[in-house]
């Protein structure tokens, strides 16, 4: 079916691919598209995103899930349509993006969503991602319920751009208010067709919450995941996946009735010698023991 001109052009290619990294060049394909949280990266990507972005691919990762896009710097130095043009080239995607909404959810400017979502539907993502909220933000029940509302409202503002906003967990949505957390105040007060949620499972288990009963109680609303491991020794640090203590064989019986569509690894307090080795190692727990 390709032209000898293309094949020539891609067998190029994958050598350059493998004399960046040659202990990536025999990994297997992954059973399904597994996504990586860039993040995990961020000591070692900001000045070698091209590179960094090759070494992902040849790892086996499909799809990454982006962090610190500005207007102004775009992703790591490249706009939306350079970045992009980084991804096609290595046959990967970006279906979400964790972005800056601390302007947006305190109601300062709220004219930065619309740079977020031009960002995303170049880069024919899915998701625009709420990673974090501040702390003056949510203090209390009502409060939760305010940042629903605004989630809501992102939410109207993404659908007419063909987008949907989600919104990712740490352990503070799991503080009680009487009878409830925030974390339900949010799951019950926004609109299941507008918003959908990245579920930690890391930050959730931490918090000695069970995903299946997230995931009983809100059916096909955590359409995304964190696929975060939690060091045996001390629950305040990661570890690659497979390694720590939790169970994510027992927690992805329940990825079904999650309705989960996207699986990031990320590595977000620990780092190893060699960080590309160290979400290698993920991901080929993650490829051959979970998916």
Excluded at 78 to 107: R, V
Aim: aromatic share 12%; hydrophobic share 40%.
């Amino acid at each position: 079916m390709n032209s000898r001109r293309t094949f020539l052009k891609q067998s190029g290619l994958f050598a350059a691919t493998v004399a960046i990294a040659p202990s990536f060049a025999c990994t297997p394909v992954a059973k399904k598209a597994i996504g990586l949280q860039l993040y995990s990266l961020r000591d070692v990507i900001k000045n070698d995103i091209t590179s960094i972005i090759s070494k992902v691919a040849a790892i086996g990762y499909k799809e990454v899930e982006t962090f610190s896009y500005s207007a102004k710097n775009g992703f790591w130095g490249l706009d939306a349509k350079a970045f992009k043009a980084l991804l096609d080239q290595h046959g990967m995607s970006s279906p979400s993006g964790h972005f800056e909404m601390g302007e947006y959810m305190s109601g300062k400017n709220t004219d930065v969503l619309k740079a977020y979502i031009e960002a995303a539907n170049i880069l024919g993502s899915t998701y625009v991602t709420v990673p974090w909220l501040d702390g003056n933000v949510r203090k209390t029940a009502d409060d939760y319920k305010k940042i629903a509302a605004k989630l809501n409202e992102a939410g109207n503002l993404c659908k007419a751009s063909g987008l949907k906003i989600a919104y990712h967990n740490h352990d503070f949505e799991f503080k009680k208010f009487g009878d409830t957390t925030g974390f339900e105040i949010l799951l019950n007060e926004t609109d299941k067709k507008l918003v959908d949620f990245e579920l930690d499972l890391y930050w959730a288990v931490r918090s000695e919450i069970n995903p299946i009963d997230l995931f009983n109680a809100h059916p096909k609303r955590f359409t995304m995941f964190h696929v975060k491991d939690m060091d045996k020794g001390n629950k305040a640090l990661n570890a690659e996946v497979g390694q720590g203590s939790i169970d994510f064989k027992n927690i992805l019986t329940g990825a079904k009735q999650a309705g989960v569509k996207h699986y990031f690894v990320e590595h977000e307090t620990n780092y190893k010698p060699d960080v590309m080795g160290s979400v290698k190692s993920s991901f080929d727990y993650v490829n051959t023991q979970l998916l």
